[in-house]
């Protein structure tokens, strides 16, 4: 229902800013939210982030104060911007758009890792 493409990650030095961006397009008009997720190797995808129509935004503790997801509608574009980053943060990123009541499309992820 939502097509939706990451952008933006690599791997950068920890306290080194990055900006993941998510480029989405589709029927964006049924959906409630979108979001930023993240996901290590044998674990499951955690949310970051999150951001709703009304903007409205939540952030998991472990990033408050450190990561701003916005969004540009106009340009269907779905931002996270992430400073201080430490290593804790490496993972796959992924942005999502939900539609309620459960749905949930998925980009297909950027990896960031950060170094100490």
């Known amino acids: 229902q939502v097509q939706l493409v990451e952008s933006g990650g690599g791997l950068v030095q920890a306290g080194e800013p990055l900006r993941l961006d998510c480029a989405f397009d589709?029927?964006?008009?049924?959906?409630?939210?979108m979001a930023w997720f993240r996901q290590v190797p044998g674990k499951q995808r955690d949310l970051v982030a999150s951001?709703?129509?009304?903007?409205?935004?939540t952030y998991v503790d472990s990033v408050k104060g450190r990561f701003i997801i916005t969004r540009d509608s106009l340009k269907k574009m779905l931002y996270l911007g992430i400073n201080s980053p430490i290593p804790e943060d490496t993972a796959v990123y992924y942005c999502?758009?939900?539609?309620?009541?459960?749905?949930?499309?998925w980009g297909p992820g950027t990896q960031v890792s950060v170094s100490s």
């Open positions: 589709g029927k964006i008009w049924l959906t409630d939210s």
């Open positions: 951001i709703s129509n009304d903007g409205r935004t």
């Open positions: 999502g758009a939900h539609t309620p009541p459960s749905h949930w499309d």
